[in-house]
């Protein structure tokens, strides 16, 4: 059978008695050939999985290059986590199997090396993905995972994955969670950070007293703030503290490094209660309107992070060693 190819040049060398032309015509029929050629291929990708051969060996060896360059750094030389988390196993594919392909590449464009973000380009992006389909033992096809983010889409992984996530038990009260989308440090940083930052600040800042919006000794109360100031603010922090801790005892949440939080280490339960109870104090001293007394609060506030920051962040061994009793 003759090959499409052939087709597009034969029809286009038909143009030979106009001279010149005849190259201009072999020119848009390649052209065009390419586009159609271009079309088949994203339709050829479009609607598969993961198991259907979505990359080739070549391109995982380009990834796996760029891999070693920019990820192994912190996800480890064969993707099993090291200071961030694995990028290959149960844990990993249960984590992104209800996504399309696009939102992995996406998020590793935009965001990763997390020293260095957005500099690889979307082919890289895709060669790297392409690298973790390897290891994780999907199987090559005849061409490259391409970076088109339209196609990316429709590339799936497989209904009923090959890895089911662990079974989590939850309580009628936490039947409403399904599984977090950010980790500990992540929670830390939006929550945990600003508001105890907040009751730090009645230290130097009177929360009964006019705010200067925009000076520069406003601090973490204009800084972190909302509309709702002064001392409803403190308020308001310390309920986000003492909540805090229930979410910390969930279970299903993992540290940055890609450990699960020891929810079930009698030391940890620990300092999660002198987090509510340092919490529920700073409540009490804020809703006296007693400054002297927020004050004194806020020593058992830095207590209770600095008890829990000891044993399971602030230990040798760095990002890797964290969460581990």
């Known amino acids: 059978m003759q090959s499409a190819y052939a087709r597009v040049a034969r029809l286009a060398l038909r143009a030979r008695p106009f001279g010149l032309m005849s190259a201009w015509a072999l020119s848009v029929a390649l052209f065009t050939f390419a586009l159609v050629g271009s079309s088949l291929t994203l339709r050829a990708q479009a609607g598969k999985t993961v198991l259907d051969g979505v990359y080739t060996g070549e391109q995982a060896t380009r990834g796996?290059?760029?891999?070693?360059?920019?990820?192994?750094?912190?996800?480890?030389?064969?993707?099993?986590?090291?200071?961030?988390?694995?990028?290959?196993?149960?844990?990993?594919?249960?984590?992104?199997?209800?996504?399309?392909?696009?939102d992995l590449v996406i998020k590793i464009q935009n965001t990763m090396p997390a020293n260095d973000p957005g500099k690889?380009?979307?082919?890289?992006?895709?060669?790297?993905?392409?690298?973790?389909?390897?290891?994780?033992?999907?199987?090559?096809?005849?061409?490259?995972?391409?970076?088109?983010?339209?196609?990316?889409?429709?590339?799936?992984?497989?209904?009923?994955?090959?890895?089911?996530?662990?079974?989590?038990?939850?309580?009628?009260?936490?039947?409403?969670?399904s599984r977090p989308i950010g980790n500990l440090a992540q929670m830390m940083r939006g929550i945990l950070f600003p508001s105890s930052n907040l009751i730090f600040d009645v230290q130097t800042l009177d929360p009964g007293a006019p705010q200067r919006n925009g000076a520069a000794d406003a601090g973490a109360t204009v800084a972190f703030g909302n509309m709702f100031a002064g001392w409803q603010q403190v308020e308001n922090a310390a309920v986000a503290l003492e909540e805090s801790a229930y979410v910390m005892m969930l279970p299903g949440h993992r540290c940055q490094n890609g450990k699960p939080v020891p929810?079930?280490?009698?030391?940890?339960?620990?300092?999660?209660?002198?987090?509510?109870?340092?919490?529920?104090?700073?409540?009490?001293a804020a809703q006296s309107r007693n400054r002297d007394a927020?004050?004194?609060?806020?020593?058992?506030?830095?207590?209770?992070?600095?008890?829990?920051?000891?044993?399971?962040?602030?230990?040798?061994?760095?990002?890797?060693?964290r969460c581990v009793p």
């Open 294 to 321: 927020v004050i004194e609060v806020t020593n058992q506030v830095a207590d209770a992070c600095l008890n829990c920051h000891l044993a399971y962040r602030d230990k040798p061994g760095g990002n890797a060693a």
């Open 120 to 177: 690889l380009t979307r082919q890289q992006t895709a060669d790297i993905v392409a690298y973790l389909l390897q290891v994780g033992k999907f199987p090559a096809g005849r061409a490259d995972l391409g970076a088109d983010e339209a196609v990316l889409k429709q590339i799936t992984w497989p209904v009923g994955n090959l890895a089911q996530p662990k079974p989590i038990t939850l309580t009628a009260a936490q039947a409403f969670s």
């Open 263 to 284: 929810v079930e280490q009698a030391d940890w339960v620990k300092y999660t209660q002198e987090l509510a109870e340092a919490g529920r104090a700073t409540y009490k």
């Open 64 to 102: 796996q290059a760029i891999y070693k360059d920019r990820c192994s750094p912190c996800h480890g030389a064969t993707l099993g986590g090291d200071l961030a988390p694995p990028l290959a196993g149960d844990d990993f594919i249960a984590d992104w199997d209800k996504q399309p392909l696009s």
